[in-house]
């Protein structure tokens, strides 16, 4: 498998996850294979503790 270039850096304390789904603001799901993707990159603080 080809590792994705996201096209920017990603900040440190930061880190990437994979999801599915996201969750619209008005609530409604949508799916990754809805638009022909397998997951949505996002990123996600972390917290050091």
Known sequence: MK???F???IPEGYTVVFRAW???KNGQKLYASQI???AFPL???VDKG
């Open 3 to 5: 590792q994705l270039n």
């Open 43 to 45: 990123l996600v603080r």
């Open 22 to 24: 996201i969750t619209l």
């Open 7 to 9: 096209g920017f850096p």
């Open 36 to 38: 022909g993707k397998r």
